[in-house]
């Protein structure tokens, strides 16, 4: 079975609140993307990673992916300027002759998931069609009306969870979603799926499997690393 990895890498980063993108940001001396692409390419399952990026930053993950040795890159390609553009460039660019069995999405800014993670997610995916990394949320949530600030419910937290990713696929599936919805602007991949009807697995990810996003997710996951927490 193949499994391709897309991996977007697109995102300006501007809640980040430096000049320096996130992306090259270092954890423990090594930087974000480094982090994510080491983790993504040690899964035996995983035959090949395409990262969608800005062009401005290809010719950097380029050389930082030379310097530390990283497999199974195939692509190093221009995303789009949304999330979802990013992906469905990164589908389209698959191999037109040996097309993936399973699709695995992962943000590239997501540098702490597991190994475990990963292959618990592929073997959800093999079985059932589509998984996702999740976890339960901790807080109650409310929903609120926006222009009053009043509260309309407070949701059943037993039901609730956050979405994180890898996010893995159908080939087949997952490109007739991203087609069929290019024009619409969605931020996760598996709503997507559940916009036309498919049914999507939850598998359970981690506390510390962070997206960086700010500083202090920066600081998280330096501590997470330096503390033996990951």
């Known amino acids: 079975m193949k499994i391709s990895a897309i991996i977007p890498a697109a995102g300006s980063g501007t809640r980040f609140d430096t000049e320096k993108n996130k992306l090259f940001q270092e954890i423990d001396g ?16 995983i035959s090949e990673i395409i990262i969608c990026t800005s062009t401005d930053l290809i010719l950097e ?45 992962h943000d590239g800014a997501r540098p702490l998931v597991s190994q475990e993670i ?13 998984a996702i990394a999740a ?25 609730l969870w956050n979405i994180q990713t890898p996010q893995i696929f159908r080939y087949a599936e997952i490109f007739e979603a991203h087609n069929k919805l290019k024009n619409e602007n969605f931020t996760d991949d598996s709503a997507m799926m559940e916009k036309l009807g498919y049914a999507v697995f939850v598998v359970s990810g981690s506390y510390k499997n962070i997206k960086i996003t700010t500083k202090e997710d920066m600081a998280i996951a330096e501590i997470l690393i330096n503390f033996g927490e990951f």
Do not use: C, W, Y
């Not at 090594?30 to 399952?45: F, G, Q, R």
């Not at 460039?89 to 191999?95: A, E, N, Q, V």
């Not at 976890?135 to 949701?155: A, F, G």
């Open 30 to 45: 090594i930087p974000v993307i480094i982090h994510t692409l080491k983790v993504i390419s040690s899964v035996d399952e």
């Open 61 to 105: 993950i380029e050389n930082l992916a030379a310097l530390h040795a990283i497999p199974k890159i195939k692509k190093i390609i221009s995303g789009g300027k949304s999330r979802q553009e990013s992906v469905f460039i990164g589908l389209k660019s698959l191999d037109e002759d040996e097309k993936p069995d399973l699709v695995l999405i």
């Open 135 to 159: 976890i339960p949320v901790k807080n109650t949530i409310k929903r609120v009306n926006n222009q009053t600030s009043m509260v309309i419910e407070t949701l059943n937290r037993e039901e």
């Open 118 to 130: 990963i292959k618990n997610t592929i073997k959800t995916a093999k079985e059932k069609g589509a």
